[in-house]
C-alpha cells in the first residue's frame, strides 16, 4: 500500500486542477516527467487507475476524485498543523479565512473586524462576500475557517453558533403613501411596487412564500444587486425596500427615506457564526471567534429567528 506523501498529494491536487500535467508541473516548479512519475507511483500503490488521459488533458476517476477530495483535506490539515505550530513559536500571529454574508458586511462586521485587528496586528483576515447558502458551503468545503450567515439557513454537519439578530423594516421615500406609518406589517406592503434585492435571495424566497399564504404576489418592479443602488432606486420612487434596519441607519438621511419596522414576528433575524468544528480552529481563528462572541449585544441573545 502506498504511504501517504504530501508532495506527491500536492502535485496530484494540482493536476486535478489544472486538467493537464503540463500546467501543474509549471505551476509546481517541477518537470513534468517527476509529476508523471508520482502519479504512476499512486496509482502503483493503490492499484488502480487515478487519472483518465487523454489528448486534451486528464480527469479523475471515480478513484481519483476519492483520493482528491481526502488529499485536500489532508493537505488542509498540514497547513492549520504549520499555521498553529507558528503560532506558538512566534506569538500570537495567524491567517484567518472567513466568509460574510451581505448583511453582515453592511450593518456591523466593518466594525468588529477592525477593532479585532487593531487589537491584534499579527494576524491577517482574509474576508469574502457571499450570499448565506454560499457561505455554508464555502466553510464546508474549507475554503474558509469561520462563515457568518443567515440563522435559518440550512448548516448541515457544520456546527453553529448563534451570534447578532437584525430587524426587517420598510424602507420608502418621504413621498410614498406609507411614509408616516409608525409600524408596518408585511401585509400592508403587498399593494406596492417594491424592489428584490439579489444579494437576499433567501428573503425574497421566504417573502413570496408568505405573500403565497396569503393568495397574493409580490409586485417586484425591478431587481438591484446592491444594497445601495437599492436605496438610490427607493429615493427616485420606484418602489419600497424590505431591508434590515441596522442596514439603512446613517444612509436614511443621506438618501431622505423613511425606514418603517415590520411587526412581523419573522421579521427578527439571527445570524449564526458556522464552521467545521471549534475544536478544529487555528489559535488566531478561535481568537476571532471569541472576539467576535463577546461583542454580541445582549438583546441579540433572544432574537426570535426568521422560519
Request: charged content about 20%; aromatic content about 6%; glycine content about 8%.
Amino acid at each position: 500500500m502506498w504511504q501517504i506523501d504530501p508532495t506527491s498529494l500536492r502535485l496530484f491536487i494540482a493536476v486535478c486542477e489544472e486538467g493537464t500535467i503540463a500546467r501543474a508541473s509549471e505551476r509546481e516548479f517541477i518537470a513534468p516527467s517527476a509529476v508523471s512519475k508520482r502519479i504512476s507511483d499512486i496509482e502503483d500503490g493503490f492499484r488502480t487507475p487515478l487519472l483518465i488521459r487523454s489528448q486534451r488533458g486528464v480527469t479523475p476517476t471515480p478513484a481519483g476524485e476519492a483520493l482528491l477530495r481526502h488529499a485536500r483535506q489532508i493537505m488542509r490539515g498540514i497547513e492549520r498543523l504549520q499555521a498553529e505550530l507558528g503560532e506558538y513559536a512566534d506569538g500570537m500571529r495567524g491567517h484567518v479565512r472567513m466568509l460574510a454574508n451581505v448583511s453582515s458586511m453592511v450593518e456591523f462586521l466593518p466594525e468588529e473586524l477592525t477593532s479585532f485587528l487593531q487589537q491584534n496586528p499579527g494576524i491577517q483576515v482574509d474576508l469574502e462576500e457571499r450570499v448565506s447558502p454560499d457561505v455554508v458551503r464555502g466553510v464546508a468545503e474549507g475554503n474558509a475557517d469561520l462563515g457568518i450567515c443567515r440563522g435559518y439557513v440550512a448548516t448541515g454537519d457544520l456546527e453553529a453558533l448563534p451570534y447578532r439578530a437584525d430587524h426587517l423594516g420598510v424602507v420608502v421615500n418621504a413621498g410614498h403613501a406609507l411614509a408616516a406609518s409608525r409600524t408596518l406589517c408585511f401585509e400592508d406592503t403587498l399593494d406596492y411596487d417594491q424592489l428584490g434585492l439579489s444579494s437576499t435571495a433567501s428573503l425574497h424566497t421566504l417573502m413570496s412564500r408568505i405573500a403565497a399564504e396569503k393568495g397574493r404576489s409580490l409586485r417586484i418592479r425591478t431587481h438591484v444587486s446592491t444594497i445601495d443602488g437599492a436605496y438610490r432606486l427607493i429615493q427616485s420612487g420606484l418602489g419600497l425596500g424590505i431591508l434590515p434596519l441596522e442596514a439603512v441607519g446613517r444612509y436614511a438621511e443621506m438618501y431622505g427615506l423613511r425606514a418603517i419596522p415590520l411587526s412581523d414576528a419573522w421579521a427578527t433575524g439571527q445570524f449564526v457564526i458556522c464552521m467545521r468544528s471549534a475544536d478544529s480552529l487555528s489559535l488566531a481563528a478561535r481568537k476571532l471567534l471569541d472576539h467576535l462572541l463577546a461583542r454580541v449585544p445582549a438583546p441579540a441573545s433572544s432574537a426570535t429567528p426568521l422560519p
